[in-house]
């Protein structure tokens, strides 16, 4: 929602974004059969800068990653370029436990990490903690999340662009003055972005929102269809829902499957994975659109700036990540199947000019 991935994905994601992964372990480049294949390093050209001058340098990702693969893509993307870059990289992850993440997080700060990459959160639980790994001078990259602490980096996919491409999908599809449903969570940074692009959007559509349900588990996706199920009952005149992140919107797309309703009521999600892809072009799938950043390029770029930082070299609090709007119509045409496929045929989903130097080994995707 990064994933959400929230997402999000990185709710993505990232997105945007459920949260729940794997526990707390040193990371590895090994990445399971997702229908990616290893993302590949281009060569270094110039001479490395301290502290990756001197050695090994140590990094630690304190994650809140939620159900699906946009996170574990966007986990492998990040392992990939850290051990291009000899980064010492070890990864926490708090499965929906907030006080796990703040502890997770003090963990980090104590382990000698010279950054730290945090990877969703509540800001109200995490605060505490940035602010001491500030203090003690460590580093402090975050990826849609929320925090005022200066000195500390924030990296994000652009929601708001991310929710306007899917939207003016979304507008061109079922016309102004439209019956329309919406699932979506409050209190995730990437969400709240994408809410706000909602609400503009109805108003300047004309859109009568009929109902509003979803919440965040750990199964997500199983979670909402009851949910989004019982509004249908209620409002099954809707033409579009809107759930801006995948995981929402897989559980909308049963629920939609489940009413019998396919022919009639059109999905238009955020965020982007193989899953999501075999979802949108499945025979009879209600899910249309969607709009979505690279999951796996989103965490290689994050350590890059993370990297950057470390350096002196990034000179600059926030980098954005541009989402691309991705059709039902255009995956079917050209025959994707995966993220690869649709690297190939979308190129602006490589993010391989952010945050990158001539000392930096590129992981290409």
Known sequence: MSRTRLPLAALSLASASALLLAGCSQSTDASKNTGDTAASASAATGKKPAPFSKGTVKVALVRQSGAGDYFEQWGNGAKAQAKALGIDLTTYDAQADNAKQATDLSSAINSGAQAIIIDHGFPATIQPEIDKAVKKGIKVVVYDVETKTKGVVSTEQDDASMAQAVLDVMAKSVGKNAKVGY????????????????????????????????????????????????????????????????????????????????????????????????????????????????????????????ALELAGQLNKGTVSFPAVAITQDFLRKNKIENMDQLRTALPALNLSKISTADWIPNVAH
Do not use: C
């Open 183 to 306: 699932v979506n969570v409050a209190g995730y940074a990437a969400l709240d972005k994408r809410n706000t692009v909602w609400k503009s959007t109805v108003d300047a559509q004309g859109w009568k929102q009929q109902f509003k349900v979803g919440k965040v588990t750990d199964s997500t996706a199983t979670d909402n269809v009851p949910l989004v199920s019982a509004a249908l009952t209620q409002h099954s005149d809707v033409t579009g829902i809107f759930a801006p992140y995948d995981e929402l919107a897989k559980g909308t797309v049963l629920a939609v499957q489940n009413k019998k309703l396919q022919g009639k009521v059109k999905v238009f999600g955020a965020d982007v994975s193989n899953a999501d892809i075999q979802n949108m072009t499945a025979a009879n799938s209600p899910w249309v659109a969607t709009a979505g950043t690279d999951p796996s390029a989103v965490g290689a770029a994050v350590v890059r700036t993370a």
